[in-house]
């Protein structure tokens, strides 16, 4: 079975050796992904609900890139940083899954690479197999 890569584009990436996202066959699996831009700043500092937004863009944009969208997306995770501030998250979650709905899970870490990343998500996808 072949397998597709999307490049996380992040100074990290071939450090660590991950990609931001893989397809094998009809699943996709999204790394954790965080509101950083390609140098590695993070973006929307400060702010849940505009680093998820963030996040949730770049998955986006990784899942197209991989012949898929969100409404393929089975699973998402959602860690932060701060648990007390999920409203936030899950706000922005909402608003690109209120009507696809897929299994969730949101829990607390003690924290990331960053100090300034407040929200990482991961997403899996299951593509129809026709396209």
């Not at 500092?45 to 998820?52: E, M």
């Amino acid at each position: 079975m072949t397998k597709k890569r999307v490049s996380a584009n992040r100074p990290w990436e071939a450090m660590v050796g991950y990609s931001r996202a893989v397809r094998s066959g009809d699943t996709i699996e999204v790394s954790g992904t965080a509101a950083a831009d390609a140098d590695g700043g993070i973006l929307a500092r400060g702010d849940v609900y505009g680093q998820t937004r963030e996040a949730l863009r770049v998955i986006g944009e990784a899942l197209e890139e991989l012949g898929s969208s969100f409404e393929d997306v089975v699973r998402t995770r959602v860690l932060l940083s701060d648990i007390g501030r999920w409203e936030e998250a899950g706000r922005a979650h909402g608003e690109v899954f209120a009507g696809i709905r897929p299994a969730n899970t949101t829990m607390a870490v003690t924290g990331f690479i960053d100090p300034q990343i407040l929200v990482e998500i991961e997403a899996t996808a299951v593509v129809d197999p026709e396209r």
